[in-house]
C-alpha cells in the first residue's frame, strides 16, 4: 500500500519488546515482510535481537529457534 517505507521503523519498536511481551509470530511475519521489501539489514538485526530472546521463551515450539538461527546465517552469508 505504499508504506513500506515504515517498516524499518516498525522493526525498532519491536525490538524494544522483550520475552514477555514479543509474539513469536508477529516477530516470523514481520521479517518475512521486511525480506519480501527489501530490508535484509533490519531483518538480520531483528532475527539477532530476538534469538536470544526466543532461547529463553519455554513456550515456543523446538524447531523455532533453529529457524531463527538458520535465518541468521542465510542473511549473513548473503551480506
Known amino acids: 500500500l505504499g508504506h513500506s517505507a515504515l517498516l524499518p521503523e516498525v522493526a525498532t519498536r519491536f525490538a524494544t519488546l522483550d ?3 514479543y509474539d513469536p509470530d ?3 511475519k514481520l521479517t518475512d515482510i521486511l525480506l519480501a521489501e527489501g530490508f535484509e539489514a533490519e531483518a538480520l ?3 539477532e535481537h530476538f534469538l536470544p530472546v526466543m532461547r529463553t521463551d519455554d513456550a515456543l515450539m523446538p524447531y523455532a529457534v533453529p529457524e531463527v538461527c538458520g535465518l541468521v546465517l542465510e542473511l549473513r552469508v548473503g551480506q
Do not use: F, R, S
Request: charged share 10%; hydrophobic share 55%; no cysteine.
Open 19 to 21: 520475552v514477555d511481551t
Open 26 to 28: 508477529a516477530l516470523g
Open 45 to 47: 538485526q531483528l532475527a
